[in-house]
T-cell receptor, first 114, second 109 residues
């Protein structure tokens, strides 16, 4: 069965510091991978998605970047965090062989920028 | 971005009551999905609907894919305290997924 791992679970970082969040998927090949952000009590905002290694699409201009160095690894980064980067970050995957495959989410990373 | 209208935004109900929430869109979708998110966790897929008119159940949960492909509803029967959480609808068309803003459900014992 497929599993998705996301870490760390919580993170407190000072303004101006770098960020690296990692997500890995097991049990599937060539998945579509996604990064979402969720503000407290709010809905889900798509940040990045990837349909293959090295292929990244950005949905919104921002202080963050994403990379996919391996088929089942997706990384969210920032060189200098802003206070507004605080939030709940969710990684997700879907079946890359299907156009209408549901997303499956990791357990999220709670990022607090101080 | 979110282009689905999900209602209600929140619900406060007594244990044992039935719950109904829905999503509408100005666009058609090939797939409708319903997720539940508990505090501090990622959304978990509850029901996936792949065909217009489809009615699917998962325990006490029932969801339908609207015949126009522009709407879906989720019903929860005989609610229990562990039903508490935020429920999200999502519409999917060719890898383009849109989420509703969520319905926050509170169940009083």
């Amino acid at each position: 069965s497929q599993t998705i791992h996301q870490w760390p679970a919580t993170l407190v970082q000072p303004v101006g510091s770098p960020l690296s969040l990692e997500c890995t998927v097991e049990g599937t090949s060539n998945p579509n991978l996604y990064w979402y952000r969720q503000a407290a009590g709010r809905g889900l905002q798509l940040l990045f998605y990837s349909v293959g290694i090295g292929q990244i699409s950005s949905e919104v201009p921002q202080n963050l970047s994403a990379s996919r160095p391996q088929d089942r690894q997706f990384i969210l980064s920032s060189k200098k965090l802003l206070l507004s980067d605080s939030g709940f970050y969710l990684c997700a995957w879907s079946d890359g062989q299907s156009f209408n495959s549901p997303l499956h989410f990791g357990n999220g990373t709670r990022l607090t920028v101080t | 971005g979110q282009q689905l209208n999900q209602s209600p935004q929140s619900m406060f109900i007594q244990e044992g009551e039935d719950v109904s929430m829905n999503c509408t869109s100005s666009s058609i979708f090939n797939t409708w999905l319903w997720y539940k998110q508990e505090p501090g966790e990622g959304p978990v897929l509850l029901i996936a609907l792949y065909k217009a008119g489809e009615l699917t159940s998962n325990g006490r949960l029932t969801a339908q894919f609207g015949i126009t492909r522009k709407d879906s509803f989720l019903n929860i029967s005989a609610s229990i305290p562990s039903d508490v959480g935020i429920y999200f609808c999502a519409g999917l068309l060719n890898n383009d997924m849109r989420f509703g803003a969520g319905t926050r459900l509170t169940v009083k014992p």
